[in-house]
Each structure stands twice: as structure tokens, then as C-alpha cells.
């Protein structure tokens, strides 16, 4: 059974003036964690609250769990955990009454598993929620999505917020939820975070699903920006081998675009006198731009 | 639908406490000044007053302040005990639909599995009874103080202005709660509730005073409030109760549509 299946979902805001997203198709299978990629407004956000029927859509169909998004929305929230883009808990309370308020919902809580996921974040629940940072705040919502082990969790650009460590420890609650059978729908503007967890990724742009990738030819892709510094000279059939895409001359040296992976321009830069090599992810709209110009 | 109300009933606590004190300093201010104020001649003090003014003051005109009910209802009961506790249930029907859009923090509560109708409904609920018992205890501390100050009040008319006091505060949250829905932003239902009420309020006041407008007043919703006639009548009008009960579920019904229909 596809836990999320939408059929040319559309969701136009200001009556037609804005679009949100349109004709979109998706079909994630159980215990699949599916990425969800885009920059800012491409509609990752726009499909989540769709998916929660928190608005409805213009056209087209949504079935979370076999069950219809909006007349059954009670029961498909029963068995959904929601980490929401921008954390608002009350702020009034401590981490605590906040757990058990939202525990009060829910009918099964295994208490030993909130207490692990606590631990393993390092949460202090006697503290006041307006007293959180934003880490502690996005730590308590992630306990929140998570503490009655639902069967779908939805996540909107969950690890904002969270320290380097606190995000390795997400990756591996998120990674162990998949063992009990847990589907994950994750939107996220990070390609690493993506090619991390993820089984499928979803590309979105201005609204449309661009593609629909299994991780490991997106991983295939390992789009890199290479910053050489040099004050040597190299010759141009040197860097353009194979899987560079680019290659522009900067005051410092070179600046390379690749694809795939990169030991034979290693084994090539190898003959010349670097002074260092920087290596980064180009931004996504610059992926977009050379993989999924449609 | 009990877990909301629960964890709303202590989170308004601390508010609707502040509020209870604020009404019972206000009374206790005019209960410890009606003996002085019995030996002023209020009716030689009116004649000097423009008539318009003094028309104001409704049926018993000047002569309804030397009773502890007129001098009540001209001075507390009319104005600012009501707008007090509209300002409570303005704020809480504000902050149900418009400001928990404006301030995203719907988003969560509506991932929970609860429908938006019992949401509201259990919000609802908290507002009625905050504004019930806002009601019933002022007037309660009223009775024991007039006691303490040895003057007489009856206390079926209070009993019967209380009832009438929440059905009027409840209206005045359907109307709120509706607002709630179509707007965007708490302050502007906040806003354009209390402008409606101080509106309804000199609107009648009005028509009480100018002779041209006299037949209009029975539009303004305070027509349905007159604290003077029921505490000093000690009796109340049932059909002006429904209607006051009608607007409060009209309001509330438009608003769980609107709410169910609406994107958040």
C-alpha cells in the first residue's frame, strides 16, 4: 500500500493569482523515506500542509494511509508525527506539561522510548518552553513527531536549529523509525541531508515535480563546486576531463564544477604545485539550473 | 476535546485571576463611595446637567443613583464591567482562529487528531465558563461587600442581572468568534469587537438622550442589556435573553463553517 499517493494535486493561492503546486503525482511506499527537494517557494511546504489538510487543495487528489486527506483526517492524524518548518509550542509551559499536553492526544506512548529520545538529545524538560534556543525548541518537536511511533512522519526542514551532533542523532532516531516500519516524508533545501537518509528524492521547483530520483543516482550526481589555489599555470586538457562541467579561472587559480566522483582529477591536479583545494555544494538552484532545466 | 480544555483552563488562570481582581477593585471603589454619595442631592446636581445628559442615564434618570442598583448600573455594570470581560472573550475567540493563523501556531494543534470542530468547541467552552464565573464572582464579592458596607442590594435582581451579563458576553463572543474566522490578525478582532460594543453602546446612550433617534436604540444590542431594569425590577426579559442566547449560537455555527472550510 503507498502510504502517500496524490494525483494531479493542485493549489493555487489569492483565487489563482499565486500557484502553490501543480499536478502533482506521488506515490511513497511504506517504510520509505522520501526527500523532498527545493529551494525556498518551490512548494515543499505548500504539499506538507495539503498532505495535513491544514488547506485544501484547487484540484486534485490526496491519500495519506489509504484514507482520504480531508474526511478522514482525524484518523490520519492519529497515526502521524509532524515536525512543523517554523517550531510554535506554547511557550508558557515547561518541556514537560508541553510533552503531556501533546501525549494527551495520542492513545499509545511507549514511555521508555520518550525517555531514551530525551536522553539521546540531551533535552532538559524541567525548563520553560519560551526559555528553549531555537536547537532546544526544534529538539522538543522532533520528541514530539516522534514519541508515539507513528506510521508516517512528516518533516519540514527538520534539522534547522540543530547543532552538528543533535543532527547525527536525528539521522539516527529518523534512520531506527524506519525499522518498525515508519514512512518518513521529509522536505528539506539540504542535498547532503538528503543523500544521507533518504531512499527517493523528489525534485520541486516553482510549484511542478521536476523528477523523481532513487538516492543512489542522485548520489551518482555528487555535484561539487572545486575552488583550486594556485599560482601555476595548468593547462585546460588537464582539468577537462571527464565529470568537470565547468571550469572557470579565478585570480586565485580555478574553479571547477563536477559530477560523479573525482579521483582522476585528482590523480590529474596531482602533477602540479597546489597551494589548496576547497571543496563545496553548489546551491540548489545552480543544480537545478544544469540537471533538471525543464 | 477534555486535554484542550484542561490545559486552557490553566493557562487563561493566571489572566482571567487579574481580571477578577481589576472588576472586584472597581466595585469595591463604588460600593465604599455610595454612602457619601447618598448624602450629595444628585437630582439638584442633574438639574444643573444639559438634558441630553442627563437622558443618558436611562428610565430612572438622576433619581436611579440614589438606589445601590442605579448607582451600580449608571457607573460600573453599564460600561465598564461588561467592556472588561468582552475584552477577555474578544481576546480568546482572537486567538482561536485569526491569531493562531497569524502566529502559525495552529499548524501544530491541527496535526493533532482532533477535528477543528471540537477545537473550537473546547476553546469555546473554556471562554463560557471563564466569562460565567467572571460574571457570577463579581457579583457574588459585590453582595459581600454591600453587605460589609451595610447596604442593601437584592439579590434575586443581581442573581438575574448576572444571567442576563453572561448572555450578553456570550453574544458578544459569537460575534467575536465569527470575526475570529473571516479576519487575520487578533488585534483586528479584538479591535473591531470592542469598537462594535462602545459603538452599540453610545448608539443606544444616544437614542436614550436625542428625541430624534429615540426608536432606533432598540437595533443597538445594549437594548437587550439594561442592568438598571433588571436590578431594580429584579426581573428580566426572557425573549431578550433568547435573542442574546441566538446571536451567540449564530455567531458560533457561522464560524464552525467558515473555520472547517478554510484554508489555515
Known sequence: ?294 | MLNIIRHKIKEQFRGVYLYLIFLSEFAWMYIALFPSMQKVDIEAMMAQMPKEFVGFLGEGGAAAYNTIEGFLSGEFFSFFFVLLIIFYVASVAGSIIAGGIEKRTIDFDLSQPISRTRKLLSETAVAMFYSFFLVFATNILIKILCEIYSVSIGSKGLFLFSIVAVLFVWAIYGIAIFLSSIFKSKIAVVGVTIFFTLGSYIFYALSLAVEKIKDYGKYSIYNFYDPQKILSKAEININQCLILLAIFIIGLLLSLVIFNKKDV
Open chain 1, 1 to 294: 500500500m503507498n502510504i502517500i499517493e496524490t494525483k494531479k494535486l493542485t493549489k493555487y493561492y489569492l483565487r489563482g493569482k499565486v500557484l502553490g503546486v501543480k499536478n502533482l503525482n506521488l506515490e511513497i511506499a511504506e517504510g520509505e523515506i522520501f526527500g523532498f527537494i527545493g529551494p525556498n517557494g518551490a512548494g515543499k511546504s505548500t504539499t506538507i500542509r495539503l498532505l495535513l489538510d491544514l488547506i485544501r487543495p484547487t484540484s486534485g487528489k490526496i491519500k495519506v494511509l489509504g484514507l482520504d486527506a480531508h474526511i478522514d483526517t482525524v484518523q490520519i492524524k492519529k497515526q502521524i508525527g509532524y515536525l512543523p518548518g517554523e517550531i510554535f509550542l506554547p511557550e508558557s509551559m515547561t518541556g514537560k506539561n508541553c510533552l503531556k499536553y501533546y501525549q494527551g492526544f495520542k492513545s499509545e506512548i511507549d514511555h521508555k522510548y520518550v525517555a531514551g529520545i530525551v536522553k539521546r538529545l540531551d533535552l532538559d524538560l524541567s525548563k520553560k518552553v519560551g526559555d528553549y534556543s531555537k536547537g532546544n525548541k526544534q529538539k522538543l518537536a522532533i520528541l514530539l513527531a516522534v514519541m508515539h511511533k507513528p506510521k508516517l512522519l512528516i518533516l519540514d526542514e527538520p534539522t534547522s536549529g540543530l547543532d552538528p551532533l543533535n543532527q547525527q542523532e536525528f539521522y539516527s532516531i529518523i534512520l531506527e523509525t524506519k525499522k518498525w516500519g515508519t514512512t518518513t516524508f521529509l522536505s528539506t533545501h539540504i542535498l547532503e541531508e538528503a543523500q544521507r537518509i533518504c531512499d527517493r528524492v523528489g525534485i520541486i521547483k516553482d510549484g511542478k515535480l521536476i523528477r523523481i530520483e532513487n538516492i543512489d543516482d542522485f548520489k551518482h550526481k555528487n555535484i561539487r563546486d572545486i575552488h583550486i589555489e594556485t599560482t601555476q599555470s595548468i593547462p585546460l586538457s588537464e582539468l577537462k576531463i571527464p565529470g568537470v562541467t565547468k571550469v572557470e579561472r579565478t585570480t586565485s587559480g580555478y574553479h571547477l564544477t563536477t559530477t560523479g566522483t573525482n579521483g582522476a582529477l585528482l590523480k590529474s591536479l596531482a602533477k602540479f604545485n597546489i597551494e589548496d583545494i576547497k571543496v563545496s555544494e553548489p546551491s540548489l538552484e545552480e543544480i537545478f539550473m544544469r540537471f533538471y532545466k525543464e
